[in-house]
């Protein structure tokens, strides 16, 4: 019988600060608010030890902009000599350009990279993250990698500016062949370009990023795609990621350190507290797992119905209980959702078996 296993991957945002302005940043308006602060190094220090010792062995260090940090390389040495056996840096390639500093952080301990790379287009790069140049730069920094041997994963935040040009990203991507390609689309959806169109519909981006998977799927190592309900990507169900998800795959991060290092320990609670309402209900229904697993779906349960909707068909859709439905702020209210007839599937990693590599529950 296989067992649910949580993900061993924390995220630690260390800081707010970025050298970057993305127009679909979510710390945005906290970023300029200045009512926020980065973590000092004795606050990190505690967090990766916390998390040590449960059993965490792989660290996504994130921000704002992590590489900014004149204490970045006390920060990774130090995970690395407590027992991470992954330390990656998550990053906007605006100072990894320089192999030298790659080259640095490699010998601090870095040993993976995930790389922001919104658009194929330079000019459409540089206008979403408001800083020019900033494309060369994280093409710049993948080359680096590359060289380097340093393993890499790549994020595209998918919005009505780049959906049509993946194919281009593609042609971009296949000489340095990333461990993972994953296509994050954007909740609202773009609501934050007004001047650059409509928001974009669900329907189009999932046919899009369907036929991305179809053409250059078999020249891709992985390819995720995340916050996109199963219904928008019939025949590629294998490769959403909804927050059910998520809860246990390798490169994903522990819902628990997720809310308590980024809400706090009120936070957890409340959520444990509403999750147990909704849990019996929504809970996975394949495998064994300890009290840790169920500690984590409980708080996911909570998250699912905090954030998301299910509407309409979701309701008498076979997937329900393994997908999240649409995200409560996106703004397009013509959207027509579509139901999955048959028997309802409680196993959250039913479509997920292709990609064994990427899931320790399926491993074991």
């Known amino acids: 019988m296989e067992k649910r296993i949580i993900t061993k991957r924390i995220v630690l945002q260390v800081g707010y600060t970025c050298n970057a302005r993305c127009k679909f940043c979510y710390y945005r308006k906290a970023l300029e608010s200045k009512k926020v602060r980065d973590l000092t190094f004795p606050e990190i220090k505690k967090r990766l030890e916390k998390a040590r010792r449960f059993g965490k062995t792989q660290v996504d260090l994130s921000g704002g902009e992590p590489t900014i940090r004149r204490d970045i390389f006390q920060i990774t040495e130090h995970a690395r000599q407590i027992g991470f056996r992954t330390v990656c840096v998550i990053t906007n390639g605006l100072r990894t350009f320089n192999v030298d500093f790659c080259k640095s952080l490699q010998g601090s301990g870095v040993n993976e990279f995930l790389f922001s790379l919104?658009?194929?287009?330079?000019?459409?790069?540089?206008?979403?993250?408001s800083v020019k140049g900033s494309w060369k730069k994280v093409i710049q920094s993948i080359e680096n990698a590359d060289a380097l041997k340093i393993p890499y994963r790549?994020?595209?935040?998918?919005?009505?500016?780049?959906?049509?040009?993946?194919?281009?990203?593609?042609?971009?991507?296949?000489?340095?062949?990333p461990d993972a390609v994953n296509f994050l689309v954007y909740n609202p959806s773009t609501a934050e370009f007004p001047e650059k169109g409509e928001i974009v519909d669900y329907h189009v981006v999932g046919?899009?990023?369907?036929?991305?998977?179809e053409t250059y799927e078999k020249h891709l190592k992985t390819i995720n795609v995340r916050w996109l309900p199963f219904c928008f990507l019939k025949g590629n169900e294998k490769?959403?990621?909804t927050q059910w998800q998520k809860l246990y795959e390798d490169q994903e991060w522990d819902?628990?350190?997720?809310?308590?290092?980024?809400?706090?320990?009120?936070?957890?609670?409340?959520?444990?507290?509403g999750g147990s309402l909704i849990y019996p209900f929504k809970a996975p229904r394949y495998g064994r797992r300890n009290l840790y697993t169920r500690f984590n779906?409980?708080?996911?349960?909570?998250?699912?119905?905090?954030?998301?909707?299910?509407?309409?068909?979701?309701?008498?859709?076979s997937l329900n209980k393994i997908c999240t439905g649409l995200s409560k702020n996106y703004k397009n209210e013509k959207i027509v959702l579509s139901n999955y007839d048959g028997d309802s599937i409680r196993d959250?990693?039913?479509?997920?078996?292709?990609?064994p590599q990427n899931f320790e529950s399926l491993r074991v």
């Open 239 to 241: 490769n959403i990621r």
């Open 207 to 213: 046919k899009k990023i369907n036929d991305f998977i």
């Open 118 to 129: 919104h658009s194929p287009k330079e000019e459409e790069h540089d206008w979403l993250t």
């Open 297 to 317: 779906e409980i708080l996911s349960s909570f998250r699912m119905f905090f954030y998301y909707k299910q509407k309409g068909p979701c309701k008498s859709c």
């Open 255 to 273: 819902p628990y350190f997720n809310i308590k290092f980024n809400k706090g320990n009120l936070a957890v609670l409340f959520a444990l507290l």
């Open 348 to 355: 959250p990693l039913f479509f997920c078996r292709a990609y």
């Open 154 to 177: 790549t994020n595209t935040v998918v919005s009505n500016m780049n959906y049509g040009d993946l194919d281009r990203l593609y042609d971009i991507l296949k000489p340095f062949q």
